[in-house]
């Protein structure tokens, strides 16, 4: 209508911050998810619950699990799944990423060493919340022997699903440093005993899992219409072309695969 100015809600990029210019795609999901109203509210639910009284009482974590679950059950996929996938090229790219869902509340636990695995399995298998989740996950990250990297075409994206289905579980996976894509749950195998191979076999669907390797991957290689298509849609359809123009000169020219 004449005389009526339409705006355009674009993230603009966070003071101090590495974004695009660096190659940083954890900042540039951050700030799509900011843009996004649903996706902001859930992510600003989980940032209180898990930050909370954390220096005086310790970590809610209850609380704070439950509010991950929502924000992935709630938030718009292509933003919450940007958030947790974000292809890195640097250290400090992949230190935001692995930092990303407060890994000191929701992923480690109280003490120091980390619990056996078989014991955080036990409990999700216990778990009405964490067991249905793992068993979707290995139903569908299973990996396919037929296909090259291990994940057929159309299974890339339930086990990317099923996957961000586990954060906020008693088996919540994180990425285990910021040099890699490595990811795991917070346990180990060392104390395992003649249960050894089951407590491997477990812990190898997260660290030796071809399909879930692969899903990740693809993710990172479709990184800019991901972004494109959410981002664009914030807006009305008169300034989605600027949206279009903006996020391709942010997130087209440096986009990195994790191999």
């Given at each position: 209508h004449a005389g009526r100015t339409e705006t355009c809600s674009l993230p603009a990029p966070l003071p101090g911050s590495v974004s695009s210019a660096g190659g940083n795609r954890c900042v540039d999901a951050a700030e799509a998810c900011t843009a996004d109203a649903q996706c902001q509210r859930l992510r600003s639910e989980y940032v209180a619950q898990c930050l909370s009284r954390a220096a005086q009482e310790g970590c809610p974590r209850a609380r704070c699990r439950r509010a991950l679950r929502r924000f992935f059950a709630r938030g718009p996929p292509a933003l919450t799944h940007a958030l947790l996938f974000c292809p890195c090229a640097g250290s400090a790219c992949?230190?935001?990423?692995?930092?990303?869902?407060v890994p000191s509340c929701a992923f480690s636990g109280p003490g120091p060493a980390p619990p056996s695995c078989l014991e955080?399995?036990?409990?999700?298998?216990?778990?009405?919340?964490?067991?249905?989740r793992l068993l979707a996950f290995q139903a569908?990250?299973?990996?396919?022997?037929?296909a090259p990297d291990g994940c057929l075409r159309?299974?890339?994206?339930?086990?990317?699903?099923?996957?961000?289905?586990l954060v906020g579980t008693a088996i919540t996976p994180n990425y285990?440093?910021?040099?890699?894509?490595?990811?795991a749950p917070w346990c180990d195998c060392g104390a395992s005993g003649n249960r050894r191979e089951d407590c491997e076999a477990f812990r190898g669907?997260?660290?030796?899992?071809?399909?879930l390797d692969?899903?990740?991957?693809a993710f990172a290689r479709g990184w800019p219409p991901v972004l494109l298509d959410q981002t664009a849609s914030l807006c009305h359809p008169d300034c989605s072309a600027v949206a279009r123009s903006w996020l391709t000169a942010t997130s087209t020219s440096q986009v990195q695969v994790i191999l």
């Open positions: 992949a230190e935001r990423r692995r930092q990303t869902f955080s399995l036990n409990f999700c298998q216990r778990s009405r919340v964490c067991r249905p569908s990250c299973t990996p396919a022997p037929s159309d299974q890339r994206a339930r086990c990317l699903r099923a996957y961000a289905g285990v440093d910021n040099v890699s894509a490595r990811v669907l997260f660290t030796r899992n071809r399909c692969g899903a990740i991957q």
